[in-house]
């Protein structure tokens, strides 16, 4: 019998590459997606279709009512997106995303009877996001064997992180050697709703680069 | 200025009883409920009428499609609620439900500038949830200073749980203390539209029994 492990699945570069490591690595695939009232929807039908793409045995999209919340320039309509390079921990940032997206996942996980947890944190080129650190996740994997009637009882939830310590040029080309098709991925904070790119954003201009030191020819459908 | 705080309130006799405490603490209070596909919606009634009752500043309900995951006698029906005395992790556990919760409390509270988050678990009658002990209360609380933006850079998020060590009988006679009518809480696991319990389900007994230790008199709405 095939392992399970379920993967968060956002639609971007990065998820893509963490689910097409999660296959190679021989896992059964859950994919877990959140509607959390984020302005990039297209990255939403991104992950449709690499869930699609990667055969996945379930892809389950969860509403998520944060963005009432506010605080954050991704589901704020009051705070604009930041073009420029920022210093410290970005506007973009959504308070307690990953250890909301991580909870949720860890519950899906127990009914599975799954132990493996795959997620696309990365602490170099997000350095200013504290969710994104080893530290957290070495904090929150300890939690979940604490948290859950089968982490307690028999242990060893495993979050996997396989590009924590990856630059974007890095990542890309361990994607290129798994055959990823990054033209089916959407990074850009403001795509509009053909999928298509600003090409201005900090997340466009994080990927730009990367496929230029990959030496990787970029296939992002741009805006203009 | 007055602290804020964040108070998960479930509707139930617990939740009400910590609300009460946070106010008594001279807490500014954000009340926080779930809309996760539980059977008791009258909970939800009952969570909004003691909003109103604790003039809390703000309440939200977060819809969170985690009963499509199943697992739970409580958001899947097609396992019936208990009504013996459940020996071990109880049927009734909704998976990694305390961590979700509690990680959507602290996007608020930091969203917030508020620092204090309070959550009615308990020990003592409910031993078999891995997520009601203090061991698990201690690991989030480290997890919360090392995932937010606030947390890394103040650092001071505390999770309140005052009841986690009292009895029912205990919580009701603090409840009693403090003016909490509970005839305006829900805690049976099947109340009907008007919110009249069961009697019979694990959660009423537990509350019949408190009453009765606590020499209160049981102020309950039963369907018969």
Chains 1, 2 share one sequence.
Not at 49 to 72: C, N, T
Not at 138 to 155: D, I, M, R, Y
Not at 202 to 214: D, P, T, V, Y
Request: proline residues 3%; charged residues 20%.
């Amino acid at each position: 019998m095939l392992k399970k492990a379920v993967i968060l699945v956002s639609g971007g570069l990065d998820s893509a590459t963490v689910l097409a490591i999660a296959k190679s690595q021989g896992y059964e695939c859950y994919a877990l997606s959140f509607d959390y009232g984020q302005r990039h929807d297209s990255e939403l039908e991104a992950a449709s279709r690499l869930a699609k793409i990667y055969d996945v045995q379930e892809h389950k999209i969860i509403e998520l009512g944060m963005g009432e919340f506010g605080g954050s320039a991704l589901t704020d309509d009051e705070i604009n997106v930041p073009t420029e390079k920022a210093t410290g921990i970005p506007v973009t940032y959504v308070p307690a995303r990953n250890t909301v997206f991580l909870s949720i996942a860890l519950g899906w996980a127990e009914v599975l009877s799954a132990w493996d947890i795959f997620i696309g944190v990365n602490a170099v080129d997000y350095s200013g996001y504290p969710d994104c650190r080893q530290e957290f996740i070495n904090a929150f994997e300890n939690l979940a064997n604490l948290a859950t009637k089968a982490g307690v009882e028999e242990g060893g939830f495993k979050i996997h992180t396989p590009l924590i310590n990856l630059s974007k040029a890095q990542i890309i080309q361990k994607g290129e050697a798994l055959n990823v098709d990054y033209s089916e991925t959407v990074s850009c904070y403001q795509a509009n709703t053909k999928g298509e790119a600003c090409g201005e954003c900090e997340s466009c201009r994080l990927r730009q680069q990367g496929f230029e030191k990959a030496k990787v020819q970029d296939p992002t459908r741009y805006q203009h």
